[in-house]
Structures are given as C-alpha cells and as structure tokens.
Antibody, heavy 118, light 107 residues
Framework: QVQLVQSGAEVKKPGASVKVSCKTS????????IHWVRQAPGQGLEWMAW????????KYLQTFQGRVTVTRDTSINTVYMELSRLTSDDTALYYC???????????WGQGTLVTVSS | DIQMTQSPSSLSASVGDRVTITCRAS??????LNWYHQKPGKAPNLLIY???TLQGGGPSRFSGGGSGTDFTLTISNLQPEDFATYYC?????????FGQGTQVEIK
C-alpha cells in the first residue's frame, strides 16, 4: 500500500534551518508529485511547495521563496524539504502528501513537528 | 491568491443528523474543489475531489456539490467517526489554498 513516512520531530533555534524527509513506498515514485503542507498549532492548512520527482522541477509558495528548498533522491524514493532562517512563526506540523492530480492529496505522511524556540 | 471561506467555523450535531458545510471561493474555480476531514493528531484525509466525486472507499453519506464560487459538503446520517474538522481546498490555480476549517462537534 502507499506509504509516506516522515522524519522525526525537530527543535530548532531561530535563524537555523531544518530538513525534513519523506520516504515513499508502495507506488512508482516518479509517477506522482509530492507536495508539502504545513499546519501551525491549532490552525488551518497551508500549501508550501511541490516537486515533480521525475524531473526534479519545483514550485514554491511565494511566501517561502528563497527560504524553502525541496529536493528528491530517486534512488531511495525520498523527498526532502529544507526551510531556512527559521522564526517562531515556522513552528508547525509539516506534512508531505502525494498528489493524484493537481492538488488532490490522496496520501499523506504522518507529519513532522518542527518547533522553533530560543 | 484565491481565498476560501468556510461557514460555519464550528457546529454541534448529534449522531444521525444531516449537516451541511459551505465553502465560498473569492473567484470562480469551476469544480476544482476538494474536501478533506482531519481528526485530532492525524493527517487530513481526502473525502471528495472535483467538487462532487467521492474518493475511493469513502462512505456514501458524504456528498459534495456546487460550482463556480459556492460549494457544499453534506453529511447525511452523521456517525461518531465523522466528528472532525473539515477543510475545503481549491485546485483551480496555484497556490492551492484551503478554507479555515469547520469543526463538527458532538452535541
């Protein structure tokens, strides 16, 4: 079955960077875009970025332009999301999700909690 | 960016009730509208895509409708496992945006 398994929780200081991984299995890795969506504590969902695992092409939300980088390693079916220059506003659960079409997310990772605190 | 507005923000209902959640887009999005539900501590789950198509394996008590700017999610015969937060999402144009959520609570 389709599975997306994310790396564990992180605690970072303001100004630092964090890199979250999303290991996929159960389907053809290069056949589906992977997206990143975050959810601040008690808040709603915010789409951040996507990557086309086949080509490596990416698209980022303008808000994060210059701070987020999404990459993939096709040899291990894994996608990475790196967010730099962290502030307390970046404290959130970060999800990876597979898109079956456009932004239709049919499978999600379990989420990675990133806490930014001095 | 397209703004998505859901109403109500929360509602209380009983098992067996019929509930309707609405979602309005700030511009026409045709039928590029999805619904997700999310339980505490869990990732969202795709319920309906393309405004009215039930995601495979989804219970038939969920139905979606609408096009353009106004959409609805209806849950008939509310079940205990349906108490959750529901989000609409537009996929008409990037950036994909979500509504703020509607929390369905037990009365």
């Amino acid at each position: 079955q389709v599975q997306l398994v994310q790396s564990g929780a992180e605690v970072k200081k303001p100004g630092a960077s964090v890199k979250v991984s999303c290991k996929t299995s159960g389907y053809t890795f290069i056949g589906y875009y992977i997206h990143w969506v975050r959810q601040a504590p008690g808040q709603g969902l915010e789409w951040m970025a996507w990557i086309n695992p086949k080509s490596g092409d990416t698209k980022y939300l303008q808000t994060f332009q210059g701070r987020v980088t999404v990459t993939r390693d096709t040899s291990i079916n894994t996608v990475y999301m790196e967010l730099s220059r962290l502030t307390s506003d970046d404290t959130a659960l970060y999800y990876c999700a597979r898109a079956i079409d456009r932004g239709d997310f049919d499978s999600w990772g379990q989420g990675t909690l990133v806490t930014v605190s001095s | 960016d397209i703004q998505m507005t859901q109403s109500p923000s929360s509602l209380s209902a009983s098992v067996g009730d019929r509930v309707t959640i609405t979602c309005r887009a700030s511009q026409s999005i045709s039928t590029f509208l999805n619904w997700y539900h999310q339980k505490p501590g869990k990732a969202p789950n795709l319920l309906i895509y393309a405004a009215s198509t039930l995601q495979g394996g989804g219970p038939s008590r969920f139905s979606g409708g609408g096009s353009g700017t106004d959409f609805t999610l209806t849950i008939s015969n509310l079940q205990p496992e349906d108490f959750a937060t529901y989000y609409c999402q537009q996929t008409y144009t990037v950036p994909w945006t979500f509504g703020q959520g509607t929390q369905v609570e037990i009365k």
